[in-house]
């Protein structure tokens, strides 16, 4: 049975999947262009064969925000994953998101999000000023809780292409049930969309109009606290439904105690100004971690480069609200 996927296609997400990382010699050596065309054939064949089969995974765990396991997959199957993508599976699993569901997708992002979000908090503030509540709401252990059944219905109703529902079967297959793997576009398309009909419940059914969420992050401002608290039950029932459950840290609060999200503080003033700060536990983190490069860095361990980088990299999140005071005083202790 010939696979929908083709060659130029493979040959397209391969280039993709390679950007920014070349400097790995395995891809640098997959990607070359002497070797390229022919593992984007070998890999065709074995599509049209029945012969592919999927390779294991790269797993590490990574600290920051808070520690998550990830479970990369094989450069060749990143490429099939991104050539099914391309080929419309990302429309497939996408299609019919609200616009506020804002991870991983084409034209959004954190910094969507974070616009999202003051965009909404100043259209509260012109009906309603900033006397309000906020209901943030955390998944605990979301991707690794997802069941497998629920989620090949969702695929099976969403994905139009055979081929790709029964392809997306076998990567959730390849993980412990439940629970998929955080470290591919696929894993990262399903569990947005496994929680799209929540979306919608909440927004449409549930009338809440000031309403978002990244990935398993949900932001709601609503001005009565007792709505808040039946929506609070009424979602933590529908997840569970889903096998799924709420964060012993999901909070209902006061608007005036602004908004944590995304590593950053929204406030909303009396004049309606949104003032973006960054979380002061974001703070502490990167203090810590550049304070650790610091000293590898002077006994030999670590290049100073190393340290530039990651405040560099830092710096460009912190920029994105009003942080230049703490920006400064940063830079002046690492010049210390």
Known sequence: MTSILTFDGLMEAARQCALGVKWKDSIAAWTHPRSIALNCLKLKEELD??????GGYVVFDVTEPKRRTIRSPKFRDRVVQRAMCNAGLYHDLTRGNIHDNGACQNGKGTTFTMDRLECHLQRY???HGNDGWVLRLDIRRFFDSIPHDQLKAMVSKKARCEEFRRRVDEIIDSFSDPGIGLGSQISQLLAIAYLSELDHYIKERLGVRHYLRYSDDIVMI???KEFLQRTWTDVAGRLAALGLQLNPKSTLHP???GVRFLKFRFILTD?????RMLDRRNIVRIR?????????AIRGERQWQDLTNSFNSW???AEQGNSHERIRRLKRWLES
């Open 288 to 296: 810590k971690r550049l304070r650790k490069l610091k000293n590898k």
């Open 255 to 257: 608007l005036k105690q």
């Open 315 to 317: 710096k460009a999140h």
């Open 271 to 275: 004049t309606g100004k949104v003032v």
């Open 125 to 127: 503030w012109r009906k």
């Open 222 to 224: 609503h001005e009565s």
């Open 49 to 54: 064969n029945g012969t592919y089969r999927l």
